[in-house]
């Protein structure tokens, strides 16, 4: 099929990518000529495992081309994927201008019958508004649909492959039947296409993130009920989800979900609610649990140190997750704000995501200072956070960052780092949920 997909971002890159590895013909469009120019010379602008390779092998073969003529490239295509950002706008509600935008150049652009699908995730109700702009403006006949995009990042690429499941909005019995065409080669295995009306399909995009940010909001209210009964929050966890009604995924406290989706999806659906006088309280708790988990080891530090001016700590993780150079969102903005306004001095260290981290927190003299690796960071730390679980970070040598450091305090944000090697080091550790570790 010939496709066009708007928006080179995690999304339209990976869904232009994955549709080029199966024989479609694909022209990625962006308006950032930056962006494009860096995928026309072969270079990814976003780091996604994977995702390099493909886009090599399939631009190689021509079936993969990149560009900024929006009018041009929507023309002849069966199909054109909306996948350009929608942050969340001051209100709350996710901003649809960019979409707008695009969607009238597509109007203008398309020359037959063209399915239009919305991949970016958008108010309930925004194919229909995406519809009328095409029928205002556009000579030819376009069937905008919603078909709401799962990935996640540092994984994106297993998960457009290899879906769970595919949700296609639309009524339109033509589009679905493309749609279907299209969609076959990832769910040879079991068919996996789930038809709907396009309203539930955006609402289904809200309805999912919400919910797994609730679990991990109730498991971080968990690990701190385990802190104060001195229970074993892993425990609680393998024993909680080995009930096939519950599940094994998405049980992990922390300090907090980031992101650019679930905060966003779930400051979007609140928006709906109160605008609709419909109150979602459970996800109202899950968006206050959240904000408040994302300092939980502040207050752990703050607890046993009372004051922290003038103590040195070592952050280790910036991205909101690893595999991933994104730090929209991520608890350790929250964490490294906070520690720098009680006075403290920040040394801060991500393999990928630092560059990213420093455009938002430039490095300060004297307050706050990016370092080259694990152990640079730790040296002369009274305190060390661990808060992105990164590969690199979860085995160390505990004995080296023990006479690196000038003090003897771990925070283990994500309940990865070993609890003996950490004794047998001679630290104190507090994890959340888990048992405070005293030094041996
Ligand atoms: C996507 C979805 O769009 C969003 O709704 C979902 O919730 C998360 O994933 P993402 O791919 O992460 O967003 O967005 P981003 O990385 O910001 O990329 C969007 C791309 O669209 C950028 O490259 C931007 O330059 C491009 N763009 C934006 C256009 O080409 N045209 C525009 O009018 C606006
Ligand atoms: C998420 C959804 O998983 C995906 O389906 C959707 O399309 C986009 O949003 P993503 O934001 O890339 O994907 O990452 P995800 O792996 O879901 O993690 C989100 C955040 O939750 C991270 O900050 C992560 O650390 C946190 N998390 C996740 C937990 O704290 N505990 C968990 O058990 C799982």
């Known amino acids: 099929m010939k496709i066009c997909v708007i928006g080179t971002g995690y999304v339209g890159l990976v869904a232009g990518a994955a549709f080029a590895d199966f024989g479609n013909n ?8 930056e962006k494009v120019d860096m995928l026309n010379r072969g270079e990814i602008p976003i780091y996604e495992p994977g995702l390099d390779r493909i886009v090599e092998r399939n631009a190689a073969k021509g079936r993969l081309l990149f560009s900024t003529d929006i009018l041009g490239s929507v023309k002849d295509r069966q199909v054109v994927f909306l996948a350009v950002g929608t942050p969340q706008g001051d209100d709350g509600n996710a901003n649809l201008a960019y979409l707008k935008d695009a969607a009238l150049s597509v109007a203008q652009g398309i020359n037959q019958l063209t399915i239009v699908v919305n991949k970016s995730t958008v108010p309930v109700g925004t194919a229909e508004v995406i519809q009328e702009i095409f029928n205002k ?3 030819e006949e376009a069937i905008v649909i919603s078909n709401p995009e799962f990935l996640k990042e540092g994984d994106a690429i297993n998960d457009f492959m290899k879906p769970e499941r595919v949700i296609i909005g639309t009524t339109s019995e033509r589009a679905r039947h493309i749609m279907g065409e299209l969609y076959a080669p990832f769910v040879r295995s079991r068919n996996r296409i789930i038809f709907m009306d396009a309203k ?3 609402l289904t995009k809200y309805a ?3 919910f797994l940010a609730t679990r991990i909001s109730f498991m971080n209210e968990i690990a701190r009920l385990c802190d104060v009964v001195g229970a074993d929050v892993e425990s609680v966890r393998k024993g909680m989800g080995s009930d096939s ?5 998405f049980l992990y406290p922390g300090i907090g979900y980031g992101g650019s989706c679930f905060p966003k999806d779930i400051s979007a659906i609140l928006y709906l609610s109160h605008k609709l006088d419909t109150p979602l309280h459970v996800v109202e708790s899950t968006h206050a649990v959240n904000d408040r988990q994302k300092v939980y080891l502040v207050e752990k530090l703050l607890s046993r140190t009372k004051d922290v001016k003038g103590l040195t700590v070592g ?16 608890p350790a903005h929250k964490i490294i704000e906070k520690l720098l306004s009680l006075g403290a001095v920040v040394r801060a260290y991500d393999p990928i995501a630092m560059d990213n981290f420093a455009l938002e927190h ?7 200072t990016y370092c080259k690796n694990l152990y640079e960071t730790v040296t002369g730390c009274d305190a060390t956070f661990l808060c992105t679980e990164w590969h690199e970070l979860q085995r160390p040598d505990f004995a080296k960052i023990h006479d690196l450091m000038r003090g003897n305090l771990l925070f283990d944000g994500r309940n990865v780092w070993s609890q003996s090697e950490v004794a047998e080091a001679g630290f104190i550790m507090e994890c959340v949920g888990r048992p405070t570790i005293e030094a041996k």
């Open 26 to 33: 694909v022209t990625c469009v962006d308006i950032n000529e």
């Open 137 to 139: 403006n556009s000579k």
């Open 200 to 202: 539930s399909a955006e």
């Open 208 to 210: 999912s993130n919400s």
């Open 245 to 249: 009604r519950i599940g094994p995924k």
């Open 315 to 330: 952050i280790l993780g910036l991205a909101f997750k690893p595999n991933t150079d994104d730090v929209r969102e991520a």
């Open 362 to 368: 430039p490095q300060k003299e004297g307050s706050l």
